[in-house]
């Protein structure tokens, strides 16, 4: 089994800047994609950024391309998730993803069902 575990969520002023943070412990793979999801209230789960086992490649949702940073740190097994100019629109709770275990694809899915392992989530919220 694997455990994501988030941190890094709070509460920021409209242009302000969070970095989350998610550590990976327990049943290690060889490779991994790792990404970020979020969920508003009312409305459902959505991807926000993957990266690949490399970190050579990321991927970005349209509405956060230019703006948010996925990276990780295979060493510490961790993915961050920097997040400046933060608008209102972007608070959600953000939920931490992995995919191993089965056939990694090229590219990381943008489907929760694309993903193995999720964390606890963590809040953000915006303030206008």
């Known amino acids: 089994q694997v455990q994501l575990v988030e941190s890094g969520g709070g509460l920021v002023q409209t242009g302000g800047s969070l970095r989350l943070s998610c550590a990976a412990s327990g049943r290690s793979f060889s490779s991994y994609h790792m990404g970020w999801f979020r969920q508003a209230p009312g409305k459902e789960r959505e991807f926000v950024a993957a990266?690949?086992?490399?970190?050579?490649?990321?991927y970005y949702a349209d509405s956060v391309k230019g703006r948010f940073t996925i990276s990780r740190d295979n060493v510490k097994n961790t993915v961050y998730l920097q997040m400046p100019s933060l608008k209102p629109e972007d608070t959600a709770v953000y939920y931490c993803?992995?995919?191993?275990?089965?056939?990694?694809?090229?590219?990381?899915?943008?489907?929760?069902?694309?993903?193995?392992?999720w964390g606890q989530g963590t809040q953000v919220t915006v303030s206008s």
């Open positions: 990266i690949t086992w490399s970190g050579g490649r990321t």
């Open positions: 993803v992995l995919r191993g275990g089965r056939l990694l694809p090229w590219v990381p899915g943008r489907d929760p069902s694309d993903y193995d392992y």
